[in-house]
């Protein structure tokens, strides 16, 4: 079974930095397009930043400048580097890939950016 685990979610003081991991474990014979989701309470999921195996990297425009995505594939591993932190980045940020020909989504890692 394929899965992924998101970590290092947390408080944070506006101005200030984290950064989140995603690992996928089990039998992985394809690790392709990863992105970085995020849902506010009582809002939509919407898109954070993807990547795709070859390291093409988009992102949304609230994040453009501030976060990067980045990927070790060797590690089946996509991390997002949050900086200059706002109060409105607070979300479950969830992280989503292309894996075995399938859709897979983490259960989410809670950011929260204190004013």
Known sequence: ??????????????GGSLRLSCAASGSIFSFGYMGWYRQAPGKQRLLVATITS?????????????FT???DNAKKTV????????PEDTAVYYCNGWMNAMDVW??????????
């Open 1 to 14: 079974q394929v899965q992924l685990v998101e970590s290092g979610g947390g408080l944070v003081q506006a």
């Open 54 to 66: 070859g390291g093409t990297a988009n992102y949304a425009d609230s994040v453009k400048g501030r």
């Open 69 to 71: 995505i980045s990927r």
């Open 79 to 86: 991390y997002l580097q949050m900086n200059s932190l706002k």
């Open 106 to 115: 983490g259960k989410g890692t809670l950011v929260t950016v204190s004013s």
